[in-house]
């Protein structure tokens, strides 16, 4: 099995995760059943990351670390996994701030009196 597919492969679904919950945050006011589908995409991007790195794991394990080259990779993905997670992770908080904000002007007009 090719290693560095592994590393390409996660990182790269989670550049799509943090590229499709962009969008959902752009439409989340314009388009918001835009928005809710390019969530759903986010995610599945991220259960594909999250699968691909539980097999890359499984496969270090079965190793038992004696290869240099593996446990550089490992460390590798470890690094673009979690650096990329807290960002999808900050995305998601923006999102749900947008979606908040999104319900609160539809509840109240903008020309109406909304008391402090």
């Given at each position: ?6 590393k390409?492969?996660?990182c ?40 691909l ?64």
């Amino acid at each position: 099995m090719n290693i560095k597919y592994f590393k390409d492969q996660i990182c790269d679904e989670l550049d799509g995760a943090c590229d499709y919950l962009k969008k959902s945050i752009d439409y989340s006011v314009s388009k918001p059943k835009w928005s809710a589908c390019f969530e759903r995409m986010a995610d599945m991007e991220q259960e594909h990351a999250t699968s691909l790195y539980k097999m890359f794991m499984e496969l270090y394990t079965e190793s038992e670390g004696k290869d240099s080259y593996m446990t550089q990779m490992r460390d590798s993905i470890m690094e673009c996994f979690s650096t990329k997670m807290r960002k999808i992770e900050d995305l998601k908080a923006t999102h749900d701030i947008m979606e908040h904000k999104a319900a609160q002007e539809s509840k109240y007009p903008a020309d109406m009196y909304i008391p402090e």
